[in-house]
């Protein structure tokens, strides 16, 4: 059992305004693993003026002292990077090399690439007779979700930082403690008082405190579409920035080539890692109705590949991270049935031999159309839909045909063909052949959101532009 019971405010654990806690949970056993405190506006109004309070210090201070502290939290990251792996683990239930692996490398890649951009980045920069200068927002509230808990936190701290911002952390509380070891991290590494702080707690006692705070200057949030708009509703009294990552129905275009089964092969693997609980997964795949049933096949074949199991073992796979998440998964699964989607792979139900823990039959549907539920809703989970289209207009017509428009996929031979449909998706990101890149800008269009993260068109969010006119 691990306990957090603790706040870190003004460079100090102390304990909440009002003592209230909850059990957090090891979805792949269903035990509770320990407990965390529960915070509630007291405790953010705490933070929030302790942040104020040194954001009128950190907010001018210069580039090498903010590099000595993003260099001294890499330091440290490096220090504790199997102890976050292993509690990714357990609160998620994530498998141990997912987590050694991507979960801990996106955050240590973060900071790597803030450092980078920082000791380039010009804070004034002139253009004829008028200085532009970048200076920081102030005190940023943010609030992460738990599917991707430490890439959400480390890339918008280590671009809040080195704009010379301070803020108020409010990680997921179902996967709270990997935050508190980060914390600890930050605490390690020297980050002065007020600069960071951090506060467990649900969205309606902490979340709704942040977004509606006159304290606060800007909220930077990751979640549900739903959750994002009660965001925005808060923060409008206070006309506060609001940057927002939400939800996705990513669609994925499979070129009708010599590599279309081997592209719905990797495509089909791609959407069921994290357990599928990604918000940029590759949810629908989109192929010619001509192929569809190769397209059965391959992706049969690449689904039974991926193994559910205990996270500590040899699992591709591990569970979804709580019953409610589950239920609601199930429940889509059984819609897709219901609406006369051909199931290929998986479908209601846990895995044989896996009773107990959160798992999920690695699912997929074909000959889905554009107006069913598992076509239209984010299920976030290891649940793949595949459409068929006409040709390649009609393919694209499918793909924006969605509220969403965070990210999608491309596969294929053909770079030029891809090329000129990525132009036309309308989304925050297109992948080709599964590109990949930390400098590339991370947002979505809309109601995937608003806002950018990762690389400089992440680091620009945090920052307010001044414009000094008669300066030259």
């Not at 870190?8 to 009002?18: F, K, L, N, R, T």
């Not at 990513?250 to 990797?266: C, K, W």
């Not at 992706?299 to 709580?322: H, L, R």
Request: one cysteine or more; a negative charge.
């Amino acid at each position: 059992m691990r306990d957090y019971l603790q706040f870190y405010i003004d460079g100090q654990w102390v304990d909440p305004v009002e003592p209230k806690s909850i059990p957090v949970e090891n979805p792949a056993t269903e035990e509770t693993i320990g407990n965390v405190s529960i915070g509630s506006a007291a405790d953010v109004d705490k933070a929030v003026a302790a942040a104020r309070r040194t954001f009128a210090s950190w907010g001018i201070s210069g580039k090498p002292e903010r590099l000595d502290l993003l260099r001294s939290i890499q330091s440290e990251l490096d220090k504790r990077r199997e102890d976050l792996a292993e509690m990714v683990s357990m609160e998620m239930g994530a498998p141990m090399s997912l987590a050694n692996g991507p979960h801990v490398q996106l955050m240590i890649g973060h900071v790597a690439n803030t450092i980078e951009i920082l000791e380039r980045f010009e804070f004034e920069q002139p253009l004829g007779p008028t200085m532009h200068i970048y200076e920081p927002i102030g005190v940023v509230g943010m609030i992460t979700p738990w599917n991707w808990p430490l890439n959400q936190i480390a890339c918008k701290v280590f671009a809040a930082l080195a704009g010379g911002n301070t803020m108020v952390l409010k990680p997921t509380e179902i996967a709270p403690f990997n935050a508190c070891i980060f914390t600890e991290v930050m605490h390690a590494a020297g980050v002065p008082a007020g600069v960071y702080n951090m506060i467990n707690g649900d969205g309606p006692g902490v979340g709704t405190a942040i977004s509606g705070h006159p304290g606060i200057d800007m909220v930077s949030f990751t979640g549900s579409t739903r959750a994002g708009i009660e965001v925005a509703r808060n923060a409008a009294p206070t006309v506060k920035r609001v940057a927002q990552e939400l939800g996705g129905k990513s669609p994925n275009i499979i070129l009708d080539d010599s590599v279309f089964a081997e592209s719905v092969a990797r495509g089909t693997t791609a959407m069921m890692g994290n357990s599928g609980q990604t918000c940029t997964a590759p949810s629908r795949m989109l192929v010619p109705h001509a192929r569809m049933e190769e397209a059965k096949a391959a992706a049969k074949e690449a689904a039974e590949k991926v193994i559910p199991g205990d996270p500590n073992g040899n699992a591709t796979i591990g569970p979804v991270v709580s019953k409610a998440q589950w239920d609601k998964i199930q429940g889509l699964i059984e819609a897709g049935i219901e609406e006369g989607a051909t199931l290929v792979a998986g479908g209601p139900g846990k895995p044989e031999g896996l009773e107990t823990g959160h798992y999920v039959k690695p699912t997929v549907f074909a000959d889905v159309t554009n107006d069913m539920r598992i076509a239209r809703e984010e299920i976030f989970g290891p649940v793949l839909s595949i459409l068929g289209y006409d040709d390649y207009d009609d393919a694209i017509a499918i793909a924006n045909d969605t509220e969403y428009g965070l990210a999608s996929a491309i596969m294929g031979e053909d770079q030029e063909l891809a090329r000129s449909l990525a132009r036309r998706i309308r989304a925050g990101r297109v992948a080709i052949n599964g590109g990949y890149d930390l400098n590339a800008a991370f947002g979505g269009y809309k109601q995937s959101g608003n806002g950018r993260e990762w690389g400089e068109a992440g680091f620009h969010e945090f920052l307010e532009l001044k414009a000094v006119m008669g300066y030259a």
